[in-house]
Structures are given as structure tokens and as C-alpha cells.
């Protein structure tokens, strides 16, 4: 009898894995009876939910009582029907109401899995109900709930928006629980030009990727605004109460002054820019925030569309695996471009991973290549990049030997080649280039053999 139960339940298994697979998640909407049927799932899935959390309780509770036991194995093959009827009635809903796979994925994964592990579980009890596998069973009853736990977060994350139930957690408990995606930086805002090249130049060595001392990261806005282990770090509108504020007014001979391990503090100009974008609100897009404005231009017209890259889309996840990058697009509409992220890749990213990208030089307008393996061998790629705006190159090894070969870049506005090896004499060569192309306002070259005797941005009005 066991026999046979085993063989039904593999068939059931091999069933719901292969549902997902069969069953065409492509965006589109199809029958009218999948929705209606489909419709139903998120009144059904709550049932499996609320059986399989009693199954664990009854198992406790029927150690004293074998009533409760056999209850809680009934409860258990209710809840393998009820999970796998949950699973197709969500397929239904996801094959016929429009959505994208990529949109559902780890829901409809989640919910297929713990079908299988109920159905796992079903059939180990009987072993562990006999005292053969006595440890077995209730590892598996545990790991089932914690993955329905997930399960379910994904499902209200589709319906109410990432984070939902983890945004209020109090730090760090909501750093274990929060996946943060950077959005690419707001070209011509505040953040972009004033705020951001100096968390880079300054503090992204002790909380960037590689590492983040109290657990706070400060190479993109959005884990700026996150903060660490202590809680947020900016109190927008606030300065004078936000702990990153604080931390860089120090004395510098404070044990808490930042930036730590010998570096120089900022500059006065740049710990007020820091303090009049905070008292503006902190925005990522603002492009006028008191005296943080002064070096941001102002577009006298829209830049030029890059073009349709969307018969590239496909490639673009390959890409991203085989290098470790993200080419991320700047908005909803393909003709404002895409942004080069390197962030995840770091010094394994060089001059030949750098060649691959090629295909997509036209439609970059942000490339962010601080921190990697490039070398001055870079700059002949680059100067494919013909909608090229912003260029981070900043802790790299480049010193600026054929830098001359981005001059005709004609939109190309930043170059942040802090902390690299550019020597007076290439120094000489940009800023000689920049005389010639309109659009280049912001070179930075702090921290480098060319740093300026006051340490500012040659040519530029940026602080």
C-alpha cells in the first residue's frame, strides 16, 4: 500500500515541477474562464496556508492526545490537495491575467515547492510515525512552514509592493529581510554631480560591496537612505540630526570622525553642499538644493534619443551573467538609454570584459567603472560610446595615456578620475579637450598625481 502511495505521490511531484515549465507566462492576456478560475487563487491559497500552520500545533498538542495526531495527519493530506490546487489555480491567473514570468517567478516557484515539500512531508510521516526516521519528519514539517513563509511574502510583495511586510522592521532586523536594487544615478540632479563623487572619493572604501563597516553601504542612494546596523544615517531636512552629518563635523580627532583610517577630511565646500542637500530634502533627482546647485548645468535643450536598443534586450541577461555587470535601462522609454554598472564585478572587470560590451556603446549614456581592472587600454572602447554623459573611472589604474580619444564624446559631461594614477602631463591633455567640447563641465581629479593645489575639480564649477 506505502508502494503505491510513493509511486502516486513522485507522479503528483513530477506534475507540479513541470506546470510552471509547460505553462506560457508571456505577458499576454488569454481566456476568459483562466481568469475567472484564475481569480480565485488568492481566496484558495489562504487555505493550504492556514492548514499547513495547524499541522505542526496538532503534532506538538497530539503527544499527549492521539486524537490530535491523527487529526494533524488528516490535516496534512488536506493540505497537499489544497497547495496543489492553489498552484493551479495561480497559473491560471498568471497565464491568463498578463503577467510577465520574469514578474511572478519566485511567487509561482515558491508555491509549486512547497506542494512538493507538503507531499514530501505526507509521505515520510508514516516512516516517522513507526519511529524509523525519527527526526526526519519534523525537519521537514519546519522547513515546509518557513518556506511557505516566503512564499507568502512573495505573493504580498506582487500584490502590495516590495517590502511590504519588512518596511517597518526596526534595523537591523529589516536589513535581513530587505533586497535593495539601485536605481542608476538621476543625470543633472544634486546627488549626481554634488553629493555622490564625494561618498565615492571619501567613504565608498569602507561601505561599498566589498565592504560595509556597521553595515552600511554608501554607493548608491538607495543604501544611503537605507543606513546600517544603528538606523538611517540621513534624516532628510534634518542635518544637524543626521548621523552621516554628524559623523564628518566631528573633530578629526574624534574616534568617530569620518572619513576614518588617516584620510583627509572634506573640504568645507563639500561638507556644505552634504548639508544644504540634506536640509532639501535628500531627493535623488533635485536639481537645485541651496548651495549644493552651484555645478549642476542646466540642459538648454533635451539631449538627443540614443536610439532603439530593445532587439538587444535579450542579450542583456547573458551579458550580465557571463561578466558579473548590469546594463540597466535609464527609464521606461529606450531612447533615454542605459547605464553600465560594475559595482558587482569590481577589479575582475577589465579592458577585455570592458570590448564585450561593444554592441551596446551606442545606447550607454552612463558608465560606471570605478574600482575595476581597466586600464588606460579602455579609452578606445569608450570612444564608441557616442551618447556617453557620465564616466566614473575613479580608484582605478588609468593614467590617462590616450584619454585624447573621447574628445569627440559630444555629450559627454562628467569624468570623475579620483584616486587613479592620472599623471600632470595627461592632466594638461583634458584640460586642453575640455576647451573643445561644450558639454564637459565636471572633471575630478582628487587624490591623484594631477590633484589641483586646492583639491577641486579642474575646470569645473563643481564642488
Not at 195 to 209: F, S
Not at 244 to 249: A, D, E, Q
Not at 320 to 347: F, K, N, Q, Y
Request: aromatic share 8%; hydrophobic share 45%; proline share 6%.
Amino acid at each position: 500500500m506505502y508502494g503505491k502511495a510513493v509511486l502516486i505521490a513522485s507522479a503528483a511531484m513530477v506534475v507540479l515541477l513541470l506546470l510552471p515549465v509547460l505553462v506560457s507566462v508571456d505577458g499576454k492576456t488569454h481566456a476568459d474562464w483562466q481568469l475567472m478560475l484564475g481569480r480565485l487563487h488568492p481566496l484558495a491559497v489562504h487555505l493550504p496556508i492556514g492548514i499547513l500552520l495547524m499541522v505542526p500545533v496538532l503534532e506538538i498538542a497530539g503527544r499527549s492526545r492521539a486524537a490530535l495526531r491523527e487529526a494533524a495527519g488528516f490535516l496534512l493530506s488536506a493540505a497537499v490537495v489544497c497547495s496543489a490546487g492553489a498552484v493551479v489555480l495561480g497559473l491560471l491567473l498568471a497565464h491568463g491575467g498578463g503577467f510577465t514570468r520574469a514578474a511572478v517567478h519566485a511567487h509561482m516557484w515558491g508555491g509549486v515547492w512547497v506542494a512538493v515539500a507538503s507531499l514530501l512531508c505526507w509521505l515520510v510521516r508514516p516512516l516517522w510515525a513507526s519511529g524509523r526516521v525519527p527526526y526526519v519528519y519534523p525537519g521537514m514539517l519546519v522547513g515546509t512552514v518557513l518556506l511557505m513563509a516566503w512564499t507568502s511574502h512573495q505573493g504580498g510583495s506582487l500584490t502590495y509592493g516590495k517590502g511590504y511586510l519588512t518596511e517597518y522592521l526596526p534595523m537591523p532586523f529589516r536589513r535581513w529581510f530587505t533586497t535593495i536594487t539601485p536605481k542608476p544615478l538621476v543625470t543633472g540632479s544634486v546627488f549626481a554631480q554634488s553629493i555622490y563623487p564625494v561618498l565615492d572619493a571619501n567613504c565608498v572604501a569602507c561601505h561599498g560591496a566589498s565592504k560595509s563597516e556597521g553595515g552600511l553601504r554608501l554607493d548608491a542612494y538607495e543604501y544611503l537612505m537605507q543606513g546600517g546596523n544603528g538606523g538611517a544615517v540621513i534624516q532628510p531636512g534634518k542635518p544637524e540630526a543626521s548621523l552621516l552629518f554628524h559623523r564628518i563635523t566631528l573633530p578629526s580627532s574624534d574616534k568617530k570622525f569620518m572619513p576614518a583610517e588617516g584620510k583627509p577630511p572634506l573640504k568645507a565646500e563639500e561638507i556644505e553642499a552634504i548639508r544644504a542637500w540634506i536640509l532639501a530634502g535628500a531627493s535623488p533627482s533635485a536639481a537645485a538644493a541651496g548651495g549644493a546647485n552651484a555645478g549642476i548645468r542646466k540642459q538648454a535643450a533635451p539631449l538627443p534619443p540614443v536610439g532603439d536598443y530593445s532587439g538587444l534586450m535579450g542579450r542583456i541577461p547573458e551579458l550580465e551573467r557571463a561578466l558579473g555587470i548590469r546594463i540597466a535601462s535609464v527609464s521606461m522609454h529606450p531612447g533615454d538609454g542605459l547605464i553600465l554598472r560594475t559595482i558587482d564585478a569590481g577589479a575582475k572587470f577589465n579592458d577585455a570584459e570592458l570590448a564585450q560590451v561593444a554592441p551596446f556603446a551606442p545606447f550607454i549614456v552612463d558608465a560606471e567603472l570605478g574600482r575595476t581592472g581597466v586600464t588606460d587600454a579602455c579609452f578606445a572602447t569608450l570612444a564608441k560610446f557616442t551618447h556617453l554623459r557620465e564616466l566614473h573611472l575613479e580608484g582605478t589604474a588609468v593614467t590617462g595615456s590616450g584619454v585624447q580619444q573621447l574628445s569627440g564624446l559630444a555629450e559627454l559631461s562628467y569624468i570623475n578620475l579620483t584616486e587613479t594614477k592620472v599623471t600632470p602631463a595627461a592632466a594638461a591633455q583634458i584640460a586642453t579637450m575640455k576647451t573643445g567640447m561644450k558639454s564637459l563641465e565636471h572633471i575630478y581629479f582628487y587624490n591623484t598625481p594631477a590633484q589641483p593645489a586646492n583639491g577641486q575639480a579642474i575646470g569645473s564649477s563643481a564642488h
